[in-house]
């Protein structure tokens, strides 16, 4: 069984850095082809795609956010790491972190709940 | 950026079919996918490549097209089918999501 959780702050200030962590079950990092990949929601609007790491240690950013983005993976602890530097209230959302699909294709077939993040001063 | 464009919002009875429209800018081979999303929970996949059914979803669903036009299905549509669907291309670099179809049973 797949599973996915996010974890963060839930509150920030501007201009600090967020760190998300999503922890996973049921799959490995490690295993070829395999992909988790970040999104964000801000309430009441629509997805963003924000960063993927891969198996491999490939990494791709959204470029309207890459150079505030760093991915990161610790294969042995199932967990897939986000930060984002300098929030700025606009980074305001639900992150979500979800898994790329095994089958060629890049899509995510299974995604944690989410964890809201307020940037507030 | 690849820019998918689909209606705000749609309503229908249940029992008839709806048809979601995604069109996308540029051509995303047959690398469009689909997900629904009810109010506080998170998005859930339907359709991947295209036209191919998610494990444990509804036969009720199907999605076709490709290239830049692209349709989920829902036939008959039930009254738990009331959610916001979005989709989503990973051809082209970034991948980028539609900004959603509201669906409202009447």
């Known amino acids: 069984q797949v599973t996915l959780k996010e974890s963060g702050p839930g509150i920030l200030q501007p201009s600090q850095t967020l760190s998300l962590t999503c922890t996973f079950s049921?799959?490995?990092?490690?295993?070829?082809?395999?992909?988790v990949g970040w999104i964000r929601q801000p309430s009441g609007k629509g997805l963003e795609w924000l960063a993927n790491?891969?198996?491999?240690?490939?990494?791709y950013y959204n470029p309207s956010l890459k150079n505030r983005l760093t991915i990161s993976k610790d294969t042995s602890n199932n967990q897939a790491f986000l930060k984002i530097t300098n929030v700025d209230t606009a980074d305001t959302a639900t992150y979500y972190c979800?898994?790329?699909?095994?089958?060629?294709?890049?899509?995510?077939?299974?995604w944690g709940p989410g964890t809201m993040v307020t940037v507030s001063s | 950026d690849t820019v998918l464009t689909q209606s705000p919002a749609l309503a229908v009875s249940p029992g008839e079919r709806v048809s979601i429209s995604c069109r996308a800018s540029e051509g995303v081979n047959s690398y469009m996918h689909w997900y629904q999303q009810k109010p506080g929970q998170q998005p859930k996949l339907l359709i991947y490549?295209?036209?191919n059914l998610a494990s444990g979803v509804p036969a009720r669903f199907s999605g076709s097209g490709s290239g830049t036009d692209f349709t989920l299905t829902i036939d008959p549509v039930e009254a738990d089918d009331t959610a916001t669907y979005f989709c989503?291309?990973?051809?082209?670099?970034?991948?980028?999501f539609g900004g959603g179809t509201k669906l409202e049973l009447k």
């Open positions: 490549k295209a036209s």
């Open positions: 790491i891969w198996w491999d240690d490939d990494k």
């Open positions: 989503q291309q990973s051809w082209n670099d970034p991948w980028t």
């Open positions: 049921g799959f490995s990092l490690s295993t070829y082809g395999m992909g």
């Open positions: 979800a898994r790329i699909g095994l089958g060629a294709g890049w899509y995510f077939d299974f």
